[in-house]
């Protein structure tokens, strides 16, 4: 697929955290979802992000989902690079047990 400058891109990442008793968990979770609402009003092109903690309680769930909608591919890839951006991944990778990624364009109106 071929997605011109002007296509809106949906950035879906899905994790789960590590952490040998549920409040570890639990904290993890918080400072995860602490980080990326971080970033929200500073990345250039990044038009909406929101997080969600699973309520579900599954064993086949994922702890939390970043969904966010940028302006164009390459502001997903600038986003990529962006120095907070890259400051919040170093904060937690090391706390993240799984990492699950989509990007897809926004289906125009």
Aim: charged share 20%; glycine share 6%; hydrophobic share 40%.
């Amino acid at each position: 697929m071929n997605h011109t400058s002007s296509t809106a891109i949906r950035h879906i990442v899905m994790w789960n955290v590590q952490g040998d008793t549920p409040p570890e968990r639990q904290h993890n979770i918080e400072r995860l979802c602490a980080s990326f609402a971080s970033l929200k009003g500073r990345i250039p092109g990044l038009r909406h992000l929101e997080i969600g903690v699973d309520v579900s309680r599954t064993g086949y769930a994922c702890d939390v989902v970043l969904y966010s909608e940028f302006d164009s591919p390459e502001a997903l890839a600038a986003y990529a690079e962006h120095p907070e951006h890259l400051r919040v991944r170093a904060e937690l990778g090391a706390m993240r047990t799984a990492r699950y990624q989509v990007d897809y364009p926004v289906a125009a109106a």
